[in-house]
């Protein structure tokens, strides 16, 4: 049973930081192009930041970069989002996600990803 699950949320003050993990499992994600997606109350879902399969290729939407990186360790079947100088409007459910689309943009901006993990929170707050 192919699966993705996520871990590394939880809450953390304006100017901290997290690091998120992606763990597959049933399946290897070095076939995929995986995302880090997040959903606030209220807002639709938007793509963070997607990695090519092999890791050379990243996308981070505009309000993440600089701040954010994403990471894949195919050895390990994971993926990481590292997040620094966090802020209250990061506060989201994060999401993971894997196709095989080949186009990092396509996969965080364009297609709805094949596969889902349950997702982790992160809240930004003093």
């Known amino acids: 049973q192919l699966q993705l699950v996520e871990s590394g949320g939880g809450l953390v003050q304006p100017g901290g930081s997290l690091r998120l993990s992606c763990a597959a499992s049933?399946?290897?994600?070095?076939?995929?192009?995986i995302g880090w997606f997040r959903q606030a109350p209220g807002k639709e879902r938007e793509g963070v930041s997607c990695?090519?399969?092999?890791?050379?290729?990243?996308y981070y939407r505009d309000s993440v970069k600089g701040r954010f990186t994403i990471s894949r360790d195919n050895a390990k079947n994971t993926v990481y989002l590292q997040m620094n100088s966090l802020k209250p409007e990061d506060t989201a459910v994060y999401y993971c996600?894997?196709?095989?689309?080949?186009?990092?943009?396509?996969?965080?901006?364009?297609?709805?990803?094949?596969?889902w993990g349950q997702g982790t929170q992160v809240t930004v707050s003093s």
């Open positions: 996600a894997a196709d095989a689309v080949r186009d990092v943009h396509s996969m965080c901006v364009i297609i709805r990803p094949g596969y």
């Open positions: 049933g399946f290897s994600l070095g076939y995929y192009t």
């Open positions: 990695i090519s399969k092999i890791g050379g290729i990243t």
